[in-house]
């Protein structure tokens, strides 16, 4: 009921999709040890559950798409659109409400949606690792003998240097790269 009843954007969907695969998992165990010891109600229990599991991770596609931490307010926008109707990330949808809103029926759309996102997502994390990477970089200047001049000192030049050319190489690659649009801007 938590996955299904509870507000649909404070769900991990991996963390769903592990347990109902386990669950699953065991309920089988169960159903068959259970078959074996000729219990037949905590075996119809099992099967009960184990098909209800199977019913659920039918919507696991659904819930990987919309509970995609990469989705940004371009993407709800696509997303209101394929769907019909207007779709944002806020605590009043569940799983069953998008489910009875029949979102499911426009997978295809959502799940190309949903990837754009991941993926420029992906770009959006390594964009900020570099940033990162460069906030400790210090650039020492010192003075040049009696010149009144000051010139980079060469430890940072070697950092600097190696951190740029492995950003030319990262930063070139992200642009190559179709998902690269909104951040072109």
């Given at each position: 009921?938590?996955?299904?009843?509870?507000?649909?954007?404070?769900i991990?969907?991996?963390?769903?999709?592990?347990?109902?695969?386990?669950?699953?998992?065991?309920?089988?165990?169960?159903?068959?040890?259970?078959?074996?010891?000729?219990?037949?109600?905590?075996?119809s229990?099992?099967?009960k559950?184990?098909?209800d599991?199977?019913?659920?991770?039918?919507?696991?596609?659904?819930?990987?798409?919309?509970?995609?931490?990469?989705?940004?307010?371009?993407?709800?926008?696509?997303?209101?659109?394929?769907v019909?109707?207007?779709m944002?990330?806020?605590?009043?949808?569940?799983?069953?409400?998008?489910?009875?809103?029949?979102?499911?029926?426009?997978m295809?759309?959502?799940?190309?949606?949903?990837?754009?996102?991941?993926?420029?997502?992906?770009?959006?994390t390594?964009?900020?690792?570099?940033?990162?990477?460069?906030?400790?970089?210090?650039?020492?200047?010192?003075?040049?003998?009696?010149?009144?001049?000051?010139?980079?000192n060469?430890?940072?030049?070697d950092?600097?240097?190696?951190?740029?050319?492995?950003?030319?190489i990262?930063?070139?690659?992200?642009?190559?790269?179709?998902?690269?649009?909104?951040?072109?801007?």
């Amino acid at each position: 009921k938590k996955w299904t009843r509870g507000p649909l954007f404070s769900i991990v969907p991996e963390t769903v999709d592990q347990a109902a695969n386990g669950m699953a998992k065991r309920a089988m165990k169960l159903q068959g040890f259970f078959e074996q010891s000729n219990l037949p109600t905590p075996a119809s229990v099992a099967k009960k559950i184990k098909e209800d599991l199977d019913a659920f991770k039918q919507h696991l596609p659904l819930l990987h798409a919309l509970c995609n931490p990469g989705l940004r307010q371009r993407h709800w926008d696509d997303i209101s659109e394929a769907v019909g109707f207007a779709m944002e990330r806020e605590q009043a949808f569940t799983l069953s409400r998008v489910i009875d809103m029949d979102v499911h029926l426009h997978m295809e759309e959502l799940q190309q949606i949903s990837d754009s996102a991941a993926r420029e997502y992906g770009l959006e994390t390594t964009l900020e690792s570099m940033m990162e990477q460069w906030a400790p970089v210090n650039f020492e200047l010192k003075p040049w003998k009696d010149t009144e001049t000051y010139i980079v000192n060469s430890a940072t030049v070697d950092e600097m240097q190696g951190l740029m050319d492995d950003h030319i190489i990262k930063s070139q690659t992200m642009k190559g790269s179709p998902f690269a649009k909104p951040f072109m801007e």
